[in-house]
């Protein structure tokens, strides 16, 4: 819900912005300038804070030479294991304020607790699939303190896996996915909608499940 109001402020603020300015920092080839620079720096904080438009991204952009196809989907499994480390022992070292702090999300730890004892360590493979569980389950493996070392290996292999089924699909239907891209740019509207659509989504599965 937090992210959901976050974005709908910065969203607020940039069209509140002088729109002209802005339309000029975002016009394409100044994008395409900033991730030919800067786009395995993007990608791996993208791939710590958030996950699979990154990574979408980074294969669209192997595809037509930006960026190179292994080397993304190295940085991207970096960022993500480097994501879930964070949230490992942030629960491990600070248990009493995670379940404080989070006290909201009771009902997603019970999830996630009940998936740990159904599945051990292997749920580590699946739960960056699963919607709004990914920081919670290595909190949760924190929480209840299960081994470090064995959870690293665990986690970098999921990681690899992750970055692999996200980049490499992109990359081989880069031309696809260009073409979308093109049609929402003249049909902008629906992108809007679509916007929209996902946002109310969001909010009522977050609301549903706290």
Do not use: C
């Amino acid at each position: 819900m937090k992210k959901i109001l976050f974005l709908t402020l910065f969203f607020s603020f940039i069209w509140a912005f002088d729109l002209h300015s802005v339309k000029e920092f975002f016009n394409e080839d100044n994008l395409i300038h900033l991730l030919k620079e800067y786009g395995y720096i993007i990608l791996f904080f993208w791939s710590i804070f958030e996950g699979e438009t990154g990574l979408v991204m980074a294969g669209v952009l192997s595809h037509t030479g930006d960026m190179n196809l292994f080397a993304s989907i190295v940085v991207a499994a970096f960022g993500g294991f480097t994501g879930d480390q964070i949230y490992y022992y942030l629960g491990k070292l600070n248990k009493a304020w995670i379940l404080k702090e989070f006290n909201q999300h009771r009902r997603k730890f019970a999830k996630a607790k009940m998936l740990l004892k159904k599945y051990g360590m292997g749920v580590v493979f699946i739960q960056r699939f699963i919607y709004g569980m990914r920081t919670i389950i290595p909190m949760t493996i924190g929480v209840l303190n299960y081994d470090a070392k064995k959870f690293a290996i665990v986690n970098l292999i999921s990681a690899f896996i992750w970055a692999s089924v996200t980049i490499i699909p992109s990359y081989i239907f880069g031309e696809e996915i260009l073409d979308i891209l093109k049609w929402l740019k003249h049909h902008w509207y629906i992108g809007i909608v679509f916007v929209i659509a996902m946002f109310t989504v969001t909010w009522y599965i977050n609301k549903k499940e706290d």
